[in-house]
């Protein structure tokens, strides 16, 4: 167990040194003049040559990326180029946002996508079962973006129009500050990404249910008498879980990285948005930490999935 | 130990050997045990995944709809020249409020016509080329990388497979989408940059299908015997494993097409994919954000195409899984 | 086999086998992987298949028989010990220099479902041994390959049928076919009937039969039936634990086995008389074969043996001959079993610890 961690938790780290060489690498032959980007057209030689002093834009790539890796290993993300605020900061206040409208989706597309996989599963070819297939298929289909138009279509604009405006159409308010404003401003961007997600969990509990369910032991189960709903719950439903619990893992992590699409059209001020317009700026301190971030959150999810499973399936040994 | 040596052979095979005889064509006097299998000449796995496929109506639907728009994309010059309208031309008497809104459907835009007053079908029309020319590019190069790749690992093994499996943990560890982004924004955006940056981050997904399936073959007896035979890595590669590969990876192949699709309407959406005035699904998405509250149709048509594709590249995907390896399949469903 | 094959019996050898050795590590380990132990799967063989012969290989799962047949073929790297193709050492050989000689040896494998590619048509898996080694123009091999089916019973029409839609005899045919090609001196075949019926067994090994006389063929057959391997040998050698233990001509060794686990074998094997197999007395082994990766000492065969004695545990017989046997009947054993010893009356000898439960 102990020596499974420490292997998983290597290469972990050896998958993130390389994303960090790959992100690093490649801003590095980007062909972008960055001095002039930070102090505008107007700069004069001379500015330009001391930006580039400071930034040490003047020393060789490897002694770049050398100072890059020392200040990340105090805890140092640098500063942004366009604003030079510390993007420690940046990625703090980012951070709440993107946390809360992943948790808040994650529960409602676990919720809803394994309830629906369950009852397809209990009772297929039924009408609830077409029906959960249709929608999970639309789900898997629907590009977010599309999703969060339609929402903000119907459950915004056409409601507001007609003088109910139960929904803002973006924005976002700390928890801290008014739990319950909080919750309402992120509703419409939860159903967005839960509906689109949701769709793979509806399909993977309703196979491995219905896989489960046709196997010996859940037949020995019944005609032993164990209730059905007993059986369904207690028996089948706990091995189906696992590959639902790896899935759930990879997909909250890659949120966490940031919900781009999301942020962007709710005007969330999450990780995704960040990492947007600091692209969009060219702000390289800020896109590096965001891509790192998003990837450590990927490569921790993994871990975690990977322990997960032996805990859930005693067949699975870690080695 | 006695259980494996009693396995009964001795019952005198000299008395039956004689009179099985047989070096006559098989199934010309041998025992019932090999019956020669008459009419059916050689139909072929493929053959017969094909004859259930058939049979699926979604899948066949899916599949008339996917040669529509294939259709419509290759004929798109000819089909704007029939409507009277170009991809870019702005209608200023009939396509465009004196307010400079769009204006709803009619009979001279069928699908109404955006902001610009450019007609939405001719436009949703050539979106078609762009989406399905850079979802089935893309997806094609990542399959062809990530068979190459998987194959290679799956195969080879020791280091080669530690190597090439790390190689694809990392991409498959890259936050996807963001780092498109950031590709597209320090090179450029366009169709071909679109086409390599969606390629380039779903191969490790099909590397890893490969490697997996690879890894089993790899073991089976018939691998030895060709390997016995003289037949040489690349050979048994492409001859013996791949054509054991190309369900799995025939169906990822479907099912990776409405996902190149939506990346590209994503990127363009953000406005990092092909560059406008080119008309795209995602970017026609993206200019209606500002006008859907007065313009329905604006983001109704693209959005609906787009969904429509998707859905048909997947229920085909599903219907193509299902006669490929029907255990694997929707498990009750007719 | 027969008697013009029987003609040959000093003829030279056509494959030889020197001290072959072969071990798989056990590897384990976080970052680099350490070998934390080997399987001893053959240990120390010498063995010399002559031209026209058959020689059958017995024993018991696990007992290396197919791994020597591997290593025999190249298909694994003899840690060490030698491998001679008509004289030539063809051990060290890189797979290039190795291609030639697969053409004179070819191996017909035990699963008939497992040994033909199930996405290929058969006429193209009998085919691959031209296509692989350069012989003739894609549009000259058919008429060869259905000329190989007729040859090996099958109907020469199925050319393009998949193997999915032929029996398991059927398929065993395919794959003779296969190993038919190229016209090879030597076919090793590793179990090729164990895997099917009965009645179906005795039309392979006839069809095997008849090929051999009519070109020539030798084999080195392989199998964990003994009954099977009396039918089709000239010659058989017993192997356990990765030795070779008792080698003999197939009659001699039926008639007079020396070697207690030879014994065992043929007292569980099924008689067809049964007057004799009434006569016969079962010999039971105790315990389980033991581990290769940790072979006993000594003679591998002694805690399993009711002969056995200190000299067992502490001495590796030799293969040779032993008192009172022809030269041509070898046996590793301090304690040759005499003619009309009765083994289920004698009891070892040894410490307790050294003896299977």
Not at chain 3, 235 to 242: P, Q, S
């Amino acid at each position: 167990m102990l020596r499974f961690l420490l292997r998983r938790l290597l290469s972990g780290v050896l998958v993130l040194w390389l994303i960090s060489v790959f992100t690093f690498g490649l801003f590095f032959v980007a062909p972008t003049d960055v001095p002039r980007l930070i102090c505008g057209r107007l700069c004069t030689q001379v500015q330009i040559d001391l930006i580039t002093k400071q930034l040490g834009l003047d020393q060789p790539i490897l002694v770049q990326y050398w100072h890059f890796l020392e200040r990340l290993f105090h805890g140092d993300l640098g500063y942004s180029y366009y604003n030079s605020e510390s993007v420690n900061t940046l990625i703090a206040s980012a951070l709440p946002v993107t946390i809360s409208l992943a948790i808040g989706a994650a529960v409602l597309w676990l919720v809803g996508g394994v309830s629906i996989g369950v009852v397809s599963a209990v009772k297929p070819r039924s009408f609830l079962d077409r029906s959960g297939t249709i929608l999970a298929l639309i789900g898997l289909s629907m590009p977010s973006f599309l999703i969060g138009i339609l929402l903000l279509y119907f459950l915004f604009f056409l409601l507001t129009t007609h003088g109910m405006a139960w929904f803002p159409p973006s924005g976002y308010v700390s928890i801290s500050s008014d739990p319950l404003e909080w919750a309402h401003h992120l509703v419409l961007p939860w159903c967005a990404l839960a509906f689109i997600t949701a769709a793979t969990y509806i399909r993977l509990t309703r196979n491995q249910m219905l896989e489960v369910l046709g196997e010996d032991y859940i037949r020995t189960a019944k005609s032993k008498g164990i209730a059905r709903r007993r059986v369904t719950v207690r028996h089948a439903l706990r091995a189906a879980l696992t590959p639902v619990v790896t899935q759930f893992g990879i997909d909250l992590a890659t949120l966490l990285g940031g919900a781009i699409v999301t942020e962007q059209i709710f005007g969330l001020p999450g990780l995704g948005r960040l990492a947007v317009t600091s692209v969009i700026r060219q702000d390289q301190p800020v896109v590096i930490a965001t891509v790192l971030l998003a990837a450590v959150f990927i490569v921790l999810a993994n871990i975690v999935v990977d322990l997960l499973y032996a805990v859930l399936d005693p067949r699975v040994r870690l080695t | 130990m006695s259980a494996d040596m009693t396995a009964d052979s001795g019952a005198g095979p000299a008395d039956t050997v004689d009179a099985a005889r047989s070096t006559a064509p098989a199934g010309g006097g041998t025992s019932a045990a090999e019956p020669s299998s008459g009419a059916i000449e050689g139909r072929s796995p493929w053959q017969l995944a094909w004859l259930l496929l058939r049979r699926d109506k979604a899948a066949m639907i899916s599949l008339g709809f996917i040669v529509f728009i294939s259709l419509v994309a290759a004929l798109a010059p000819l089909l704007a020249h029939l409507i009277g309208y170009g991809p870019t031309d702005q209608d200023r008497t009939n396509g465009i409020t004196v307010d400079g809104l769009p204006v709803g459907p009619s009979s001279a835009h069928w699908f109404g016509t955006d902001n610009l007053g450019r007609d939405i079908l001719v436009r949703v029309i050539y979106g078609t080329q762009v989406s399905l020319l850079v979802g089935v590019a893309s997806t094609l190069l990542a399959v062809a990388m990530g068979v190459l790749v998987g194959l290679a690992a799956g195969y080879f093994g020791s280091v080669v497979d530690t190597v090439l499996s790390r190689a694809m943990d990392v991409v498959l560890s890259f936050p996807f989408l963001l780092f498109a982004i950031a590709l597209v924004s320090i090179y450029g955006s366009g169709l071909g940059i679109s086409v390599f940056v969606i390629a380039f981050f779903t191969w490790a997904a099909v590397g890893r299908i490969v490697r997996g399936q690879t890894l089993s073959i790899r073991e089976k007896e018939y691998i030895e015997a060709a390997r016995s035979l003289g037949a040489g890595d690349l050979r048994i590669m492409f001859v013996d494993v791949l054509p054991n590969l190309l369900a799995p990876v025939i169906v990822y192949t479907t099912l990776l097409i409405p996902i190149a699709i939506v990346f590209e309407a994503t990127l363009s959406f953000l406005g990092l994919g092909v560059v406008p005035p080119t008309p795209t699904w995602g970017n026609m998405l993206s200019d209606s954000q500002d006008f859907y509250q007065v313009a329905w149709w604006f983001p109704f048509f693209p959005g609906l195409a787009l969904l429509l594709t998707t859905l048909a590249f997947n229920l085909l995907g599903d219907g193509v899984r299902d006669a490929l390896d029907p255990r694997a399949g929707r498990l009750f469903q007719d | 086999m027969s008697d013009d094959t029987r003609a040959n019996e000093s003829g030279e050898a056509l494959i030889e086998v020197r001290a072959a050795v072969k071990h798989f590590p056990i590897k384990q380990g976080v970052i680099v992987k350490r070998e934390v132990g080997r399987v001893h799967a053959v240990e120390g063989v010498s063995l010399a298949v002559r031209r026209g012969e058959t020689l059958g290989l017995v024993g018991e799962t696990g007992c290396g028989k197919s791994t020597l047949a591997r290593c025999v073929t190249r298909l694994h790297q003899l840690t060490s010990g030698q491998i001679l193709f008509e004289g030539q050492d063809i051990t060290g050989l890189s797979r290039s220099q190795v291609r030639p000689y697969r053409r004179r040896m070819q191996m017909i494998f035990q699963d008939p479902y497992g040994s033909l590619n199930p996405r290929r048509r058969v006429g193209s898996i009998i085919g691959d041994p031209f296509a692989i080694h350069g012989e003739g123009e894609r549009d000259e091999r058919k008429p060869k390959v259905q000329e190989l089916m007729e040859l090996v019973g099958l109907n020469p029409e199925h050319y393009n049928r998949f193997p999915a839609e032929f029996s398991g005899g059927q398929r065993q045919r395919i794959g003779v076919a296969r190993a038919l090609a190229l016209k090879p001196s030597l076919i090793v075949a590793d179990e090729p009937v164990s895997a099917l019926d009965v009645s179906i067994q005795a039309q392979i090994i006839n069809l095997l039969d008849d090929l051999q006389q009519e070109f020539g063929l030798t084999y080195l057959f392989i199998s964990h039936d003994l009954s099977v391997v009396r039918h089709v040998s000239d010659r058989i050698a017993v192997m356990y634990l990765g030795q070779v233990v008792e080698l003999a001509d197939s009659e001699e060794l039926h008639g007079r086995p020396r070697h207690p686990y030879t014994n065992a074998l043929l007292s569980a094997a099924s008689v067809a008389d049964p007057d004799q197999a009434a006569a016969r007395q079962r010999i039971v082994l105790t315990g389980d074969v033991p581990s290769p990766v940790a072979p006993p000492s000594g003679c591998r065969f002694h805690p399993r043996c009711p002969k056995a004695q200190q000299i067992c545990v502490e001495q590796v017989p030799a293969l040779k001959a032993r008192s009172g046997d022809p030269d041509t009947h070898l046996t590793a054993c301090h304690f040759p079993v005499e003619p009309g010893e009765d083994l289920t009356r004698v009891t070892a000898t040894i410490p307790e610890e050294e003896r299977a439960e």
